[in-house]
């Protein structure tokens, strides 16, 4: 297909998106954030990461790389897409925003004229003041696995001028604790308690326990990439788990016959 064919003015009537970068660089359990300085028209004295506009004949990954090189002076490496998110803003034109994440190598950033950098341990996210979004979108971006797919979301607001943020694709991939793929017939064990388990019912830490070390068959996984493992066989009563794939551990790789 020809340029000429990709001429924009057959669309220009339509619905636009402004390119734009978001990357999160980490280093340990700490991520870069920028508080924006007092003369930024926006999110001044907010905190956010590092980003601005995709420039002309640049790819989206080449354009965060020049944003946070410019501002913090840093090199990372593993500099990769965790979301697509639109954002309608009621106008003409809306932005088209993608997410990264990368790791720092070095902790040693240069001042910004955007604002002041600082490492932010995880931890003390929740106490900072960050730009509207960030308090939703960051835990999410950050909790994502190597190798787990982009997500996508879509930001709009309300009547009242409220945000409302709505995501879609929050698949988890289906990979082991050691990256190997699982699929439904599987046979896996369980290899860990998921955090979220240990702060739970009584009764559903109970029979975590129960299962941990054990092994079972994938019967499904569920919209968000949970697997199913089905746990009658090893306890009294009838229980059926759902796991995120990085508690399991590939138990053989030929599926064996019930």
Same mark, same amino acid.
């Given at each position: 297909?020809?340029?000429?064919?990709?001429?924009?003015?057959?669309?220009?009537?339509?619905?636009?998106?402004?390119?734009?970068?978001?990357?999160?660089?980490?280093?340990?359990?700490?991520?870069?954030?920028?508080?924006?300085?007092?003369?930024?028209?926006?999110?001044?004295?907010?905190?956010?990461?590092?980003?601005?506009?995709?420039?002309?004949?640049?790819?989206?990954?080449?354009?965060?790389?020049?944003?946070?090189?410019?501002?913090? $002076?840093? !090199?990372?490496?593993?500099?990769?897409? /965790? =979301? *697509?998110?639109?954002?309608?803003?009621? &106008?003409?034109?809306? #932005?088209?925003?993608?997410?990264?994440?990368?790791?720092?190598?070095?902790?040693?950033?240069?001042?910004?004229?955007?604002?002041?950098?600082?490492?932010?341990?995880?931890?003390?996210?929740?106490?900072?003041?960050?730009?509207?979004?960030?308090?939703?979108?960051?835990?999410?971006?950050?909790?994502?696995?190597?190798?787990?797919?982009?997500?996508?979301?879509?930001?709009?607001?309300?009547?009242?001028?409220?945000?409302?943020?709505?995501?879609?694709?929050?698949?988890?991939?289906?990979?082991?604790?050691?990256?190997?793929?699982?699929?439904?017939?599987?046979?896996?064990?369980?290899?860990?308690?998921?955090? $979220?388990? !240990?702060?739970?019912?009584?009764?559903? /830490? =109970? *029979?975590?326990?129960?299962?941990?070390? &054990?092994?079972?068959? #994938?019967?499904?996984?569920?919209?968000?990439?949970?697997?199913?493992?089905?746990?009658?066989?090893?306890?009294?009563?009838?229980?059926?788990?759902?796991?995120?794939?990085?508690?399991?551990?590939?138990?053989?790789?030929?599926?064996?016959?019930?």
């Amino acid at each position: 297909m020809p340029a000429s064919d990709q001429n924009p003015a057959y669309s220009k009537s339509r619905y636009k998106l402004i390119p734009r970068t978001l990357t999160f660089v980490t280093s340990k359990d700490d991520v870069l954030l920028l508080k924006g300085a007092p003369t930024k028209k926006i999110w001044s004295g907010k905190y956010n990461g590092l980003g601005g506009h995709v420039e002309r004949g640049e790819s989206i990954h080449a354009a965060a790389g020049r944003e946070i090189l410019e501002e913090a $002076g840093l !090199k990372v490496s593993d500099l990769r897409l /965790r =979301a *697509v998110i639109t954002v309608d803003a009621n &106008q003409s034109s809306g #932005i088209g925003l993608y997410v990264f994440t990368a790791a720092a190598a070095s902790r040693n950033f240069a001042p910004s004229p955007e604002g002041a950098l600082e490492w932010v341990p995880r931890s003390r996210l929740p106490q900072l003041d960050l730009v509207e979004d960030l308090p939703t979108l960051l835990p999410v971006v950050l909790s994502r696995r190597p190798y787990d797919p982009p997500f996508s979301a879509h930001y709009r607001w309300d009547a009242n001028d409220r945000l409302v943020v709505e995501f879609s694709g929050l698949t988890l991939a289906p990979y082991d604790e050691s990256g190997k793929v699982i699929e439904v017939g599987d046979w896996v064990r369980l290899v860990a308690v998921p955090p $979220g388990v !240990k702060q739970g019912l009584r009764e559903t /830490r =109970a *029979v975590f326990r129960r299962a941990l070390g &054990q092994t079972f068959k #994938i019967q499904a996984f569920d919209e968000h990439g949970h697997a199913e493992l089905d746990l009658s066989r090893k306890v009294a009563r009838l229980n059926t788990i759902w796991v995120e794939p990085e508690y399991l551990r590939l138990y053989r790789r030929k599926r064996k016959v019930d």
